[in-house]
């Protein structure tokens, strides 16, 4: 009977063992810091062009102080492809103990992944073994051939100590290496860093990095956590190995891919890219998921001697989910994210909610209006928009101040019915109902800024006409503050505060007895917002002495704010710093003096403007929040077209 052979087909293997497993400097590095620590190496260091273009000229260094290898080592060891140090010394450990990460025997092939040249230095006990692989060397070898690398020397003495230095050179390289990225990567990829093992880029050390959290966990020992040590929780899972973990969700989604999504880590080194555990595709996977990261430390994927133990794929980046070992983890892991998923959102949406509370009360006060039942429907609405992992609370506000006016037509409350109407789980699915509620929401504002155009043009008939500052022109304002901006809608008269500077000038209001000059001013407030408001007649050209007469009624109302707790006078304390003020006239001198002290009175918030300015500024302003609010909803909706149509 013929014999069938088997045969490596010369360099090939090289090429897609070394140059494709190994594409990029993370991943081609990382292969050989990793050969560091099994070579009991305390100190590494790396010295790579970062930050700039790279050219085939630029050299690669890393170096360490671990055991080096003598002439037999590298000929019997090193240069032996795919060799399994573990089972061929029958051990998992170092000599000094570690336990080891080789595993597959192809690290070596490593720098080909961004290089074509890798000259090796490498001294034991004072003696040096020097020699040069050449990658394109390597590839020309036909089926059945030997490599022999150029040998620079095999056995010089040398003072040096222990260590060996590879040399990257002809790098493939092309893009500039981003330094920040770079350490983030590597402290992604390995958990030794520490004072027995320091690894230095261009003599900065590599250190562990974490990103800032909203929320983390485990938070305590409950569940299947059995104990809390370092802040990773210890689980064992149902086929009786452990684990560590820690898992948690930023307050904005994460954009960097190495920290995007939960990773493996076995022997201090990643086994398992950051990633989902297929839950992309869930309810959740548009949106919780980009907040998400997290570690599992599980050794047990990789802790035996011979092949079958090694469970992690060729490239490390990810493990072989169907070996009967791995599945548990697989599950527990799934399993424990849609979990935190929950949690999450609960959380996320409560502290939204009540960040809505605190920073906007007039919502509060608006929903306060309805009668009991409405009120519990407005706020459980609104708690489940809050749960939105994508909504923020000024979107929740701008949302909520629409349903709130427009609770009693139909669209409205339908609308919140449906939200109501969802289950926690699937609050994602509002984004489909807020869409419709963009088109309600656009239809109503199109009626608001339709009206508001009027006011507007009634306005301005009243500053051609002349009109009087009072009561006419006060009051529209009082009626209208949004003419001022929308920024003040709502607004009412505030007299509390009016008198207060009426009685520290000497101006009386009105019809007083003893006929004083009156205060042509206005003070009105939404909120803690307040605004001080000076009209001037056509008559008079604005110049230094009425800029200095605002000026005087604004900072005398900020100091006395600041000096006085206003809390039982108008229910809630106002401080200097939430006044603003504003004089309005139709005409200002040009003088520069008068021009340079409008600049500093703009700078602390005192706005000088002119009637038409004002005007031509609340239309734009207009204009481009109906256009804002139209650009949210589907232009092809019938709706929206009929709306454009009747502009």
């Known amino acids: 009977m013929k014999q069938l052979v088997m045969r490596y087909a010369g360099g090939g293997i090289v090429r897609h063992l070394g140059l494709q497993n190994y594409k990029g400097p993370v991943s081609a590095l990382a292969e050989l810091i990793a050969n560091t620590w099994d070579a009991d190496a305390t100190e590494v260091r790396i010295s790579l062009p970062l930050g700039r ?20 080592d590298c000929d019997n060891k090193y240069l032996v492809i795919g060799r399994n140090r573990r089972l061929a010394e029958s051990t998992d450990r170092t000599p000094g103990g570690r336990l080891l990460m080789a595993h597959k025997g192809l690290g070596k092939l490593a720098g080909f992944g961004i290089a074509r040249t890798l000259e090796v230095k490498t001294i034991t006990e ?41 040399l990257l050179r002809d790098l493939t390289l092309s893009r500039a290496i981003n330094e920040e990225q770079f350490r983030l990567s590597m402290s992604k990829r390995f958990s030794i860093f520490s004072d027995t093992f320091r690894v230095y880029l261009n003599d900065i050390p590599l250190e562990k990095r974490e990103i800032e959290l909203d929320f983390r966990f485990p938070e305590e020992i409950a569940g299947d956590v059995t104990d809390i040590q370092d802040g990773y929780g210890i689980t064992i899972l149902p086929n009786g190995f452990e684990i560590k973990w820690w898992m948690g969700f930023t307050e904005d989604t994460i954009k960097e891919k190495e920290v995007h999504g939960v990773s493996v880590i076995s022997r201090g080194r990643s086994a398992q890219d950051p990633w989902d555990f297929d839950l992309a595709g869930g309810t959740w996977g548009q949106h919780g998921l980009r907040y998400l990261t997290g570690e599992i430390i599980a050794d047990f994927v990789d802790e035996g001697l011979d092949y079958e133990s090694d469970t992690i794929l060729t ?19 799934k399993a424990t994210i849609s979990s935190l998923l929950r949690i999450w959102a609960e959380r996320r949406g409560e502290r939204t909610f009540r960040r809505v509370e605190d920073q906007y009360p007039e919502i509060t006060r608006k929903i306060d209006r309805f009668q009991p039942r409405e009120q519990r429907d407005l706020r459980l609405a609104m708690r489940s928009l809050s749960e939105i992992p994508t909504m923020q609370p000024e979107r929740l506000v701008s949302i909520f101040d629409y349903v709130i006016d427009g609770y009693q037509d139909k669209a409205f409350t339908e ?7 969802l289950p926690p789980e699937e609050r994602v699915k509002t984004i489909e109902i807020l869409r419709e509620f963009d088109v309600a929401e656009a239809i109503r504002v199109h009626k608001i800024v ?20 009072r009561p006419e022109m006060h009051e529209h304002i009082i009626k209208y503050p949004w003419l001022l901006g ?16 009426e009685d520290r000038f000497g101006i009386a209001v009105e019809g007083d007895e003893h006929g004083r000059k009156r205060l042509d001013i206005l003070v009105i407030r939404g909120g803690k917002d307040v605004v001080v408001i000076e009209l001037k007649r056509p008559t008079i050209t604005i110049g230094l002495e009425e800029l200095t007469q605002i000026r005087l009624y604004v900072d005398y109302l900020r100091v006395w704010l600041d000096d006085t707790n206003t809390d039982g006078m108008i229910g809630r304390n106002i401080t200097g710093n939430d006044v603003e003020g504003y004089l309005i006239g139709y005409e200002l001198d040009g003088d520069r003096l008068v021009g340079r002290e409008k600049e500093r009175l703009e700078e602390s918030k005192i706005f000088v403007c002119a009637w038409r300015d004002i005007l031509m500024k609340t239309k734009d302003d207009h204009r481009e929040f109906l256009n804002i609010v139209k650009s949210r909803a589907p232009e092809d909706d019938p709706r929206i077209i009929e709306l454009e149509e009747s502009e």
């Open 53 to 72: 273009a790279i050219s085939s000229e630029n050299i690669i260094s890393v170096k360490d102080n671990g055991s080096g290898m003598s002439y037999e």
């Open 126 to 166: 004072n003696i040096l073994t020097h020699f040069v692989m050449s990658f394109d060397q390597l590839d020309k070898l036909q089926h059945g051939e030997s490599y022999e690398p150029t040998m620079i020397t095999d056995g010089e003495e040398t003072e040096e100590s222990s260590g060996t230095e590879i």
């Open 315 to 333: 490239n490390r980046s990810s493990l072989s989910w169907e070996h009967p070992d791995n599945s548990p983890l697989y599950t527990w892991a």
């Open 415 to 421: 609308i919140i019915e449906e939200i109501r109407a």
């Open 450 to 469: 339709r009206s508001h155009v009027d006011v507007i043009t009634r306005f301005e008939e009243m500053i051609e006409a002349g009109v009087r500052e």
């Open 486 to 501: 929308i920024k003040y809608q709502p607004m009412d008269s505030e007299r509390t505060l009016k008198r207060i500077l």
